[in-house]
């Protein structure tokens, strides 16, 4: 069993630090906000550390799942990150979502000391954190990558290796570039029904069997139709991703119109205060009642 370090005890870390725990791995928190870390290991046993280079520096692998591209660079490369602090030869896997641009940053100041990184950004929202069935998508050696497998997929039932450092984050731009096209359409869709004064129960019953199926319609359209919002991924997070995207997409040409369009959305619903609801909110600005 391997002496773990994880940074970050947000809706997706707590659980999945848990399932490490529960696998029987020794493992050691860091959260900015201590008081979570505290209730962390009241919960699941291990250590609390007060910086993430003190959590890291004992350990073979280190793991974080935080927010946006200066969340990571703190907490692996910043005064008191967990990156310089580490033996060489141990392993850093950053669970966040954020730019390629960054997964190559950490790549490279690992590289520098040898320590292994892998990009490792997760799909399936707080309920595949918590049951331990995300989807993960990894950029980095493949050497590093077999290294951080076991520990992977304690909380990840799809752990799949891209390729180098950053092609994980790519891979995770893809998804989400998926989902906020489907969504607007599935908005679209059910409230075309809506205004139509179709049974939308009947409907969701006949078409989330056919080729218009997904994954929002199957977990999101009823709660869609019912107005509520108050749970899930936060758009916030959504509009942070989208940015990521279009970044990317500035970079390698590839066009991005519905993509662009759906961003713009996610910022009217920001701004007009629902930054918490879930991605599925976007049929909040179609909705009359
Ligand atoms: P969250 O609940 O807001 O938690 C964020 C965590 O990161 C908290 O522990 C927070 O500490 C910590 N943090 C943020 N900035 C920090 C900084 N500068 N220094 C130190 N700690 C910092 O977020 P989440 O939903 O778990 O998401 C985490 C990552 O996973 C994000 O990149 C998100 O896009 C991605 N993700 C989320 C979902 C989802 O459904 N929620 C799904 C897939 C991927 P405090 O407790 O002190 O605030």
Same mark, same amino acid.
């Given at each position: 069993?391997?002496?773990?370090? %994880? ?38 046993? =291990? ?18 799942? !935080? +927010?946006?591209?200066?969340? !990571?660079?703190? !907490? ?5 990150? *967990? ?29 520098? /000391? ?7 950004? !997760?799909? +399936?929202?707080?309920?595949? *954190? ?40 790519? *891979? ?19 409230? %075309? ?14 078409? #989330? =069997?056919?080729? *218009?199926? #997904?994954?929002?319609?199957?977990? /999101? ?48 619903? #920001?701004?007009?205060?629902? +930054? /918490? ?9 179609? /909705?009359?009642?």
């Amino acid at each position: 069993m391997a002496h773990i370090a %994880f940074l970050g005890l947000g809706v997706m870390g707590y659980p999945m630090a848990g399932h490490i725990a529960g696998a029987g791995h020794d493992v050691t928190v860091y959260n900015r906000t201590a008081a979570k870390a505290d209730a962390w290991v009241a919960q699941h046993g =291990g250590a609390v550390a007060q910086t993430p280079a003190a959590a890291a520096a004992a350990a073979d692998i280190v793991l974080s799942c !935080v +927010g946006d591209d200066p969340d !990571v660079l703190e !907490v692996a490369l910043g005064a008191d990150g *967990a990156i310089p602090a580490m033996r060489e030869g141990a392993l850093y896997i950053d669970n966040s979502t954020v730019s390629a641009d960054v997964a190559r940053k950490l790549a490279a100041a690992g590289g520098e /000391r040898g320590i292994g990184t892998l990009d490792a950004p !997760v799909s +399936g929202g707080q309920a595949g *954190a918590e049951n331990g069935k995300l989807t993960v998508m990894v950029g980095g050696a493949q050497g590093d990558f077999d290294a951080g497998l076991p520990v992977m997929q304690c909380y990840g039932a799809r752990v799949v290796r891209m390729g180098e450092a950053g092609t994980g984050q790519q *891979a995770k731009m893809v998804n989400q570039i998926c989902i906020a096209g489907v969504l607007q359409g599935l908005s679209e869709g059910l409230n %075309f029904a809506i205004e139509a004064g179709l049974d939308t129960d009947a409907l969701l019953e006949a078409i #989330s =069997g056919g080729a *218009a199926q #997904s994954w929002q319609m199957v977990n /999101r359209g009823e709660t869609m139709v019912r107005n509520e919002f108050d749970f899930g991924f936060a758009l916030d997070w959504m509009r942070k991703d989208l940015r990521i995207c279009l970044e990317e997409a500035a970079r390698t040409g590839a066009p991005l119109p519905v993509t662009e369009i759906v961003a713009g959305y996610y910022g009217e619903l #920001s701004a007009a205060g629902h +930054g /918490r609801n879930d991605t599925s909110a976007l049929i909040r600005r179609l /909705r009359k009642g």
